[in-house]
């Protein structure tokens, strides 16, 4: 790495980086109930990111044997590169995340096998009408980043990963299912969400409706990835700086109840981006967007922080495709990590019970069609268990679900549950959340 960075400052960068990631995946795939595939990859790739003329060069390649190439490449496409006003990052102190265990980092994936079977067991005990195709994907990565500056830091983490998409066939109609879950060890949790689904089964199987009108809704942890669609741009330094987002003069005002905060944790090891630092090298930490419904602070990458005149908040990320995976091909952009919703009060029972006509919704369909950037949700319920009486009775069919998440989680926030989950998002560009049911009252359903 040492050698790309020499290069670059014969070559008259003021400044260059380089950023070297090694990764071994294994893959355990079942599809229609069995065994379908056995997969394992490798690769290592670098990126050289170069200051020059004040304008930010990039390059990422998997030729780690041919410096000069490499650097020319990035000097050639500092000519059409950003304007650069800002220095790479300096060496710091990292913390020690428990990310990595030796003995599970070696662990087969065929050992595994067991536990797909186990849960396609499960789910399909409740009905014959439901097909399962479900992974376990484990990665085992190294990530070194180096510069000009001094900065000089490594870190090992290993990721086991379960997904599942399930389809539920009743009569000439079907529902999909679709669930994630990540731990840096073997327990991600899936055989306890196996016999949840288990038990949801028999009403999902029960179609049912509800009317239109203004509801108590419950939005699962599953979901809250779709709700987050919504607040994210408003949380984002680079969309500050477009002048896009509708935070950009709330800095310091109340934006949300008192009782909500929202928090971006890179060193929280529960998180599937868990890290010591990010991706251009900057401090891994916690940081207070929203506390106690105030906002705080704003994600920042070093070109948001440095526009924006604020401290980089760690979240100069290098993610490619929508399951956020760290690629050297990505240039590092500002995006979430670990988004923490503190616990609240209540249990999913005590909130079941407190409903006298509600949906416990679990998907939201069609919800790029709203205006996300200004808050606003709307889409159709895909996954919903309809409550009646503090009962959940059936699974609501042909409904629709809106509102804004600014209005709604400031004046319309009953509670959130004592009990989070940690799980890895769908959707936007947050890598996992962590956070429980919450209860929202007057949010508008529309039916049919």
């Given at each position: 790495m040492k050698e790309f960075i020499d290069k670059s400052l014969k070559r008259g960068c003021a400044e260059a980086e380089a950023y070297l990631i090694s990764k071994q995946t294994q893959g355990l795939f079942y599809v229609n109930n069995v065994i379908n595939d056995l997969q394992s990859k490798e690769s290592t790739?670098?990126?050289?990111?170069?200051?020059?003329?004040?304008?930010?060069?990039?390059?990422?390649?998997?030729?780690?044997?041919?410096?000069?190439?490499?650097?020319?490449?990035?000097?050639?496409?500092?000519?059409?590169g950003d304007e650069m006003?800002?220095?790479?990052?300096?060496?710091?102190?990292?913390?020690?995340?428990?990310?990595?265990?030796?003995?599970?980092?070696?662990?087969?994936?065929?050992?595994?096998?067991?536990?797909?079977?186990?849960?396609?067991?499960?789910?399909c005990s409740a009905t014959e009408n439901i097909t399962v195709e479900c992974s376990f994907e484990k990665t085992v990565q190294t990530v070194r980043i180096m510069n000009s500056n001094g900065l000089e830091a490594e870190f090992k983490k290993a990721l086991l990963t379960f997904y599942a998409e399930m389809r539920l066939t009743e009569g000439t109609s079907s529902l999909e299912l679709e669930m994630q879950l990540n731990a840096h060890s073997s327990q991600v949790g899936e055989d306890e969400y196996a016999q949840q689904l288990r038990k949801e089964i028999p009403f999902l199987l029960k179609r049912t409706s509800i009317k239109p009108g203004k509801r108590q809704i419950i939005f699962a942890p599953d979901c809250f990835g779709d709700l987050f669609m919504a607040l994210e741009t408003g949380l984002r330094g680079d969309a500050v700086v477009k002048g896009v987002s509708?935070?950009?003069?709330?800095?310091?005002?109340?934006?949300?109840?008192?009782?909500?905060?929202?928090?971006?944790?890179?060193?929280n090891p529960r998180g599937k981006m868990a890290a010591p630092f990010d991706d251009e090298g900057t401090l891994g930490q916690k940081t207070y967007l929203v506390r106690n419904g105030v906002l705080e602070n704003y994600i920042c990458d070093l070109k948001a922080a440095h526009l924006l005149g604020r401290k980089p908040t760690g979240n100069g990320l290098r993610q490619k495709g929508i399951y956020r995976v760290k690629s050297y091909s990505q240039k590092p952009v500002c995006e979430y990590s670990n988004v923490i919703i503190p616990q609240g009060?209540?249990?999913?029972?005590?909130?079941?019970?407190?409903?006298?006509?509600?949906?416990?919704?679990?998907?939201?369909?069609?919800?790029?069609?709203?205006?996300?950037?200004?808050?606003?949700?709307?889409?159709?319920?895909?996954?919903?268990?309809?409550?009646?009486?503090?009962?959940?009775v059936g699974r609501v069919t042909n409904a629709m679900i809106s509102g804004n998440v600014y209005h709604d989680f400031k004046d319309n926030l009953v509670d959130f549950t004592r009990d989070t989950y940690c799980q890895g998002a769908f959707s936007g560009q947050i890598g996992s959340f962590d956070v429980g049911y919450v209860l929202l009252k007057d949010i508008t359903v529309a039916s049919r």
């Open positions: 790739g670098i990126a050289l990111r170069i200051k020059k003329d004040n304008r930010l060069g990039f390059i990422g390649s998997s030729n780690l044997q041919d410096g000069d190439e490499v650097v020319s490449r990035a000097i050639t496409s500092a000519d059409y006003p800002y220095s790479f990052a300096s060496q710091t102190t990292y913390p020690t995340l428990d990310v990595y265990d030796q003995t599970f980092a070696d662990e087969p994936v065929e050992a595994y096998i067991p536990r797909c079977e186990e849960f396609i067991k499960i789910v509708p935070l950009k003069d709330k800095m310091g005002q109340q934006i949300l109840d008192t009782r909500m905060s929202i928090i971006d944790d890179s060193t009060k209540m249990t999913l029972d005590q909130m079941i019970a407190s409903i006298d006509e509600g949906v416990l919704v679990q998907s939201i369909g069609g919800l790029l069609l709203a205006n996300l950037t200004n808050g606003d949700f709307s889409g159709s319920i895909g996954q919903g268990l309809k409550i009646e009486q503090g009962k959940i």
